[in-house]
């Protein structure tokens, strides 16, 4: 079993270094601006992957498993790209609880007050000029 840890650039870690004519800004609005209004709250995700010693483990690419197990998800990615092999890789996913500095947000938490706190950043990133998120 192997797991990854991805790792990204810090927006604030290079903001002051760097010059621009636009910004495409890809990471959470709430970390740009600095937590100011709140943080955004996600749910994250663990992956396990296993290798096997067979052409297929699985019948697609993706099948959801939404509350049968305490994983949700395996994932076989050679039918992407429609890989020929003797072996293959999955990968089960299980939800987990964000922590900032700990794992990855993945998708955001559903909730009205979450949708307004969100609304705020938006808001606030109105009043940039040549920076998109």
Do not use: H, W
């Not at 760097?18 to 709140?38: A, H, K, M, N, V």
């Not at 483990?57 to 305490?70: E, K, L, V």
């Amino acid at each position: 079993m192997q797991r990854f840890k991805s790792s990204y650039t810090k927006f604030e870690d290079i903001k002051d270094s760097i010059s621009y004519d636009r910004l495409f800004y890809t990471g959470p609005i709430d970390e740009f601006f600095g937590y100011e209004l709140g943080e955004l709250p996600y749910r994250s995700l663990k992956f396990d992957f296993i290798e096997f010693d067979k052409p297929y483990f699985q019948s697609g690419a993706c099948i959801n498993y939404p509350s049968n197990y305490d994983f949700t998800r395996i994932g076989e990615y050679k039918y992407f790209l429609d890989d020929k092999s003797d072996k293959t890789v999955i990968s089960f996913e299980y939800p987990q609880p964000f922590k900032n500095g700990k794992n990855d947000r993945y998708y955001p938490i559903v909730k009205d007050e979450n949708g307004e706190l969100y609304a705020k950043y938006l808001e606030k990133a109105k009043t940039l000029q040549n920076v998109y998120f």
